[in-house]
């Protein structure tokens, strides 16, 4: 249900986006890129398996205790199915 109440993209929330990802990679002591990379990379995994709309992941860093959280909506289609071995 939460994907059909998702907004348009805005110039704002782009902006806002980017200003996270940056502060999020200081946090990581990693660059904005590897960020980036590290995202790609785990998007392309998961799309082997199950269809992710790379535009939809949300990346967040918890401090207490650390963890590096990825919210990945899974697109839903009527021939989704899972890819065997």
Request: hydrophobic share 40%; with cysteine.
């Amino acid at each position: 249900m939460r994907v059909f109440l998702r907004k348009k993209k805005t110039p704002k929330t782009i902006a806002k986006e980017r200003l996270s990802n940056l502060l999020l990679a200081e946090r990581m002591d990693c660059s904005p890129r590897m960020m980036l990379m590290m995202k790609n990379d785990i998007t392309q995994t998961i799309n082997r398996y199950i269809p992710v709309n790379e535009d939809d992941i949300i990346c967040q860093i918890r401090h207490t205790p650390a963890v590096l959280i990825y919210e990945i909506p899974i697109k839903r289609t009527e021939d989704t199915h899972v890819k065997t071995l």
